[in-house]
């Protein structure tokens, strides 16, 4: 008793000393009681989650009613916030100072000034992290070194990185430092906005900034408590013998009922307003088609553009490199499902139609049967793909979740056409072909669940990274089935406090997706561990929703994987719908069992054992009926089902029942029958390799602790060696890649590919159509074109070649309407070769207003006849991007190179 109050006291909480009393009582009632091992609901090294409190060391949170919980929890960042900071320096928000791996340091004691840094100079090897921690708001300057980078303009009129990118001297919008030491961050394109940009001095070439590091916030040292303020009771209403989950369950609908704005839409979160499609979509399929089907239809509305869905403002200027869209389409039909109401079906068909009309003419791959575009949710590049990756190669990555979503988007399409009398086969044979090329070609038999992704240029490899939201959307929608189902969920790796986004992490990344537990990707993990019946994953997760939400009091995005802190993620918010969603579908979905039907309500409970007893849920409304249920007992079949006192077969609720009725389920009490579970410490993989070409040589530098190097040639793997260089042989056309693997056998992402190619022409576009008078720089020849809705819309030329074959074309280009990040100003014309449509060409945005940033499109492979050949380059119906308005880029140069 005096170790719990002197742990309440020596954090500063005298003030709250009553409070502190009446949480340490709480403790010492029920950690003292013989049957307090009983009640332990999940109980690991890292914390216990009880009945009615959870503990990790010094921290607890005591369920004191339905209505109130007490929380002391400490939150470790500030007290652990490292002398150590690794840092950059940037060019107009880009990383371009040096090499992936490559960072300057400083090892902060007493002083507040750095050394001066000199821009580009390669850095001394980097010591050890002392073991003392830098004290809250301590303000340190930087000083910096631009000479050599000003003298470039002064002579070139551009800046040339390491890379060979350039950066014009009329696109100069500073210098920044980029880090991953808070306030710095290691998100380049958002340095301007976080207050990084480096300030010039009257020292010529000397740029200093002075940034506060370890900036305290209260918010991680205070006592929290919550009680429900707002009126709930025209909500459905939960019990049970578990009090957490009764007084969470209360604290999320409250929570939902705050996040209604005055419009009648959900906002996304309390720092986030507004409706995004894909935050939305998820909350809906999770909670909101059954919670509030109302507002949940008015904010699917408010995502519609064209009579399609709209993809978000995202990387390079949002779809097609971001395609995830459809995932509204999910949402859509679980409302429908859930309310029969057929004017909300006729609305929506025709939306998702013409969406996945456009989707399979610009994202499709024949050779695969899959889509391209990001990952589903994952959509900060450096957070999930490596570095060297431009959003163009993001465009023409294959996902899991993206794909999976794709293959569910579809099926449901096809069950619309069959309800609206409209042909349904050709997306029946596009969901197919999804499927399969999952199943083909993103399978890891050796670990028994799939790959995050095929990434690449132009030819894919295979990322071998676990990706938790799209495992379980596998799982959950039937890509996954029997044994890969069982295998997925009880092989694939969790951690202390649950399953994070990605597995392994990317080293030098700060958390946010990677390193990073999201409770709305855990609640759907659950849901696919529920489904697969694995009681001990689902024991695992269940308690990693519950452990976070009686901590925190509220639901936050995400936490850091390593701590299960709500504190040290890159970008984090209270009042997250998708995890207030997702809560509140660990009572509906996984507890209570409830799924909605075209025939009616489904009720099929999963209740681990440990969560055992009686549960109620009342005043749960389902179309013209008022449904109370209690369900008695534990596993995942019932014993007998009835309501109203007669036999309910199967379980299904009829979707014309009308009135109120009472529903009793008793279980089975019967073991599940899938077990295992990969619980696993938290591992980074290595980091990328840099490799390059020197003549007929592939050299790359070596990395510490490798255990061996992985060549890919082509995109498939060619051999391993513990060489740092591969000679290779003359041919036509090549292109090569390098991973490194440590001693665990984990796999780092492969080197930007490296082309030898003896074949490579181009074809000026100056030379086809008058040139463009923009004053931009850095382009080849004697200048470039503008394609846009208003002028050149169609491009017809031809390509002489001597020898027939397979070929590689794509454009080199630039568009400066918008950031790298964010916008929706993605350029995309169709391109045609000797009459035969070869899909789309994709131009990201490369940073506004850059202009003389020049990179390169998508590539495709066409087959090219001896002599000349017809090219089109066209804008199309199905071009039309996220804008609607601005469709621009400035063309360079076509580029081709024969393969064979």
């Not at 009446?22 to 216990?48: G, V």
């Not at 899938?674 to 591992?683: D, Y």
Request: hydrophobic residues 35%; charged residues 20%; aromatic residues 12%.
């Amino acid at each position: 008793m005096k170790k719990l109050l002197s742990s309440f006291t020596s954090l500063g909480c005298r003030s709250h000393f009553a409070k502190a009393t009446a949480i340490a009582l709480a403790f010492s009632l029920a950690c003292n009681s013989p049957m307090k091992e009983e009640t332990a609901l999940y109980s690991s090294e890292a914390f216990t989650v009880y009945k009615d409190s959870v503990i990790q060391g010094n921290n607890k949170a005591v369920i004191l009613s339905p209505t109130h919980i007490q929380s002391n929890y400490r939150s470790p960042a500030s007290s652990t916030f490292s002398r150590l900071v690794k840092f950059k320096i940037s060019i107009n928000e880009r990383d371009n100072e040096m090499p992936p791996g490559s960072d300057h340091w400083v090892l902060i004691g007493d002083e507040h000034e750095s050394p001066l840094v000199v821009f580009g100079q390669a850095p001394q090897p980097v010591p050890d992290a002392p073991a003392t921690y830098l004290p809250v708001n301590y303000e340190y300057t930087f000083r910096v070194d631009m000479s050599s980078v000003l003298k470039q303009f002064e002579e070139k009129g551009y800046f040339e990185a390491y890379d060979g990118s350039r950066v014009a001297k009329a696109d100069l919008k500073g210098f920044y430092i980029a880090g991953a030491s808070l306030p710095l961050s290691w998100d380049f394109v958002g340095l301007d906005e976080k207050g990084l940009k480096l300030q010039p001095t009257s020292e010529p070439g000397i740029y200093t900034l002075t940034v506060k590091f370890n900036p305290y916030n209260e918010v991680g040292i205070q006592d929290k408590e919550w009680k429900l303020i707002t009126d709930i009771s025209n909500r459905p209403k939960y019990s049970s013998d578990q009090p957490i989950v009764d007084a969470l369950f209360n604290l999320s609908v409250e929570e939902a009922t705050k996040n209604i704005e005055a419009d009648s839409t959900f906002r996304t979160g309390a720092k986030w307003g507004g409706v995004w499609t894909r935050d939305i979509s998820y909350s809906i399929i999770l909670a909101f088609a059954y919670h509030e089907p109302e507002v949940a239809k008015i904010s699917l509305r408010k995502k519609v553009n064209r009579g399609r869905i709209i993809q978000d403002t995202g990387s390079g200027g949002a779809w097609p490199v971001s395609s995830d869209r459809v995932v509204w389409a999910i949402a859509a039909w679980e409302i429908y499902k859930v309310t029969g109401d057929k004017a909300w079906l006729d609305e929506v068909y025709p939306i998702i139609k013409n969406s996945l009309d456009d989707d399979y003419k610009t994202l499709y791959d024949k050779e695969t049967g899959l889509y391209t575009g990001e990952s589903s949710f994952l959509d900060w590049r450096e957070q999930t793909y490596p570095k060297w990756m431009s959003n163009m190669d993001i465009a023409v990555s294959e996902n899991l979740g993206t794909n999976v979503l794709h293959y569910q988007a579809n099926r449901i399409l096809v069950e619309m056409s069959k309800i609206e009398g409209k042909a349904y086969e050709a997306y029946a044979r596009h969901a197919d072909d999804i499927k399969a090329g999952i199943n083909k070609y993103l399978w890891m038999e050796d670990k028994g669940c799939f790959a995050q992704y095929r990434y690449g240029r132009p030819n894919l490899t295979v990322s071998p990274r676990f990706e938790a939201l799209g495992e379980a959307l596998a799982v959950l929608f039937g890509v996954a089935e029997g044994d890969r189902a069982a295998s997925v969920i009880a092989k694939s790796p969790v951690t202390d406090f649950g399953v994070t986004c990605i597995y392994p992490q990317i080293p030098g990344i700060p958390p946010y997706h990677n390193n990073a537990i999201w409770p709305f990707v855990q609640s759907y993990w659950n849901l696919a561990a529920a489904k697969a019946g694995n009681e001990e994953v689902l024991n695992h997760g269940l308690a990693s929703i519950y452990r976070a939400g009686a901590f925190f009091l509220t639901n936050y995005e995400n936490m850091v994987a390593q701590t299960g802190d709500f504190l040290g993620t890159e970008i984090n918010s209270d009042r997250m719908l998708w995890s207030m969603a997702g809560n509140l579908a660990m009572v509906y979905r996984v507890l209570m069992g409830i799924s909605f039907e075209t025939d009616g309500m489904h009720i099929n409970p999963v209740i681990p054992k440990a969560y055992s007893g009686t549960r109620t849920l009342t005043n749960l409304k389902y179309r013209n009926a008022t449904l109370d249920i209690t369900i008695r007992g534990y596993g995942n079949t019932f014993r007998k089902v009835q309501m109203d006192g007669e036999p309910l077969p199967g379980g299904i609720v009829p979707a014309d029942l009308t009135g109120i009725h009472h529903i009793e389920i008793e279980m089975a009490g019967m073991p599940f029958k899938e077990t295992g579970m990969n619980k696993v410490e938290n591992h980074f993989s290595l980091p990328t390799p840099l490799a390059e070409r020197e003549g007929q040589v592939l050299k790359w530098k070596a990395i510490e602790n490798v255990k061996a190097y992985h060549i890919y040639k082509n995109g498939k793997f060619l051999e391993h060696t513990t060489a740092t260089s591969f000679d290779v042989p003359i041919e036509n056309y090549a292109e090569y890649k390098v991973s490194a693997v440590d001693d665990q056998d984990y796999e780092s992402f492969t080197s930007e590919p490296v082309t030898f190619t003896q074949t490579e022409k181009i074809i000026e576009f100056e030379d086809i159509t008058p040139a463009s008078r923009l004053p931009y720089t850095n382009y080849s020849g004697k200048g470039f074109i503008e394609v846009s809705l208003d002028g050149n819309r169609t491009l017809e030329f031809t390509i002489p070649v001597d020898t027939a074959g397979e070929y590689l074309i794509d454009v080199r280009y630039s568009n400066g309407n918008g950031p790298w990040n964010t916008d929706n100003k993605c350029a995309v014309r169709s391109l045609t070769v000797n009459a035969v449509y070869a899909g789309v060409l994709v131009f990201p945005q490369r940073g506004q207003d850059e202009w003389s940033d020049w990179g390169y499109s998508n590539c495709r492979k066409v087959k090219l006849n001896a002599g000349d050949n017809v090219i089109r380059i066209t804008f199309e119906d199905w071009n039309h991007n996220m804008n609607g308005e601005v469709n621009t880029a400035m063309l360079d140069y076509l580029r081709f190179i024969r393969m064979e």
